[in-house]
């Protein structure tokens, strides 16, 4: 075993190093298909992506909850997501809402194998945590959200680990992938409710006695209704973590129509995410 963990993790650095590497030729863009850095978006559409959750709402964009980021259609709304229940998390940092287009980089990274993605959408959440209005603190550690065994079986990699690393990497910060880890095995939560996942999720991580002290920075793909992040920050605030902040590539609107979409690609319905 100590042989095999050791080719892994040497695997893992070649990897990284070629990912590396491979930012920094020319390339396409995956949107528009215009001159960028390989494997990134070109400055145009990673505007036109990002620019609802990098901006405020003094231009006529939704407000968010200052909790989970969930866009809301008013500062005074109450969010459904956060209601009822006290977020083990102390703040999200999203760097799109899930819908068109940026839905389609994800689910080709996770069901489609686009391995490069893992870079592009780690440097998008490093730039969200650069334009936050509270940066992390410079001793803030990354845990990736484990995934479960039927996952890996299937994809053959950690979504949120491949995007945590990109993520560590463009903000100099470490990452611990052993910090973390799951209970027990669960039931996709891609088809059930608000409920569901949270009962789901409920004391389904623990966390090594290293966390406590610490401020750390949980990184997911996507997060839905923030079950799942609530319940692995549930685990590390126990183990004594000092603060948890919550890193989505993308945050889940809670229904189209309660987002007031702008830029090009508007017209789209936004779309229900596979994260949990």
């Not at 899930?98 to 730039?127: C, S, T, V």
């Not at 845990?143 to 990497?169: Q, Y």
């Not at 939560?189 to 750390?216: D, F, H, I, K, N």
Request: hydrophobic share 40%; aromatic share 6%; with cysteine.
């Amino acid at each position: 075993m100590p042989a095999i963990a050791t080719l892994s993790a040497a695997a893992r650095r070649a990897r990284a190093t070629l990912s590396h590497w491979r930012t920094l030729l020319p390339g396409d863009c995956p949107l528009c298909g215009d001159r960028a850095r390989a494997g990134r978006l070109c400055a145009p559409c990673e505007r036109e992506l990002c620019w609802h959750a990098r901006t405020g709402p003094a231009l006529g964009l939704p407000w968010r909850c200052p909790r989970c980021a969930l866009p809301l259609d008013g500062h005074d709304e109450p969010c459904p997501d956060c209601a009822g229940r006290d977020t083990a998390f102390d703040r999200t940092i999203a760097a799109f809402d899930y819908g068109p287009p940026g839905d389609a980089l994800i689910l080709e990274f996770k069901h489609g194998r686009r391995y490069p993605r893992a870079d592009m959408l780690g440097n998008l959440l490093a730039e969200a945590v650069r334009h936050d209005r509270l940066p992390l603190a410079p001793s803030t550690v990354l845990l990736p959200v484990p995934a479960g065994m039927a996952s890996l079986r299937a994809r053959g990699f950690n979504p949120a680990a491949e995007i945590a690393r990109a993520a560590a990497r463009d903000l100099g910060l470490p990452l611990r992938r052993g910090w973390l880890w799951r209970t027990r095995e669960q039931a996709r939560q891609a088809t059930q409710g608000r409920g569901g996942r949270l009962r789901a999720a409920e004391g389904l991580y623990a966390c090594s006695p290293a966390v406590a002290g610490r401020r750390l920075a949980l990184v997911d793909d996507v997060m839905t209704t923030g079950a799942t992040l609530h319940a692995a920050a549930a685990a590390l605030k126990q183990a004594g973590a000092r603060e948890v902040v919550a890193l989505a590539v993308a945050r889940t609107p809670h229904a189209p129509r309660n987002v007031r979409r702008q830029g090009p690609w508007a017209a789209g319905p936004a779309v229900r995410g596979h994260g949990y």
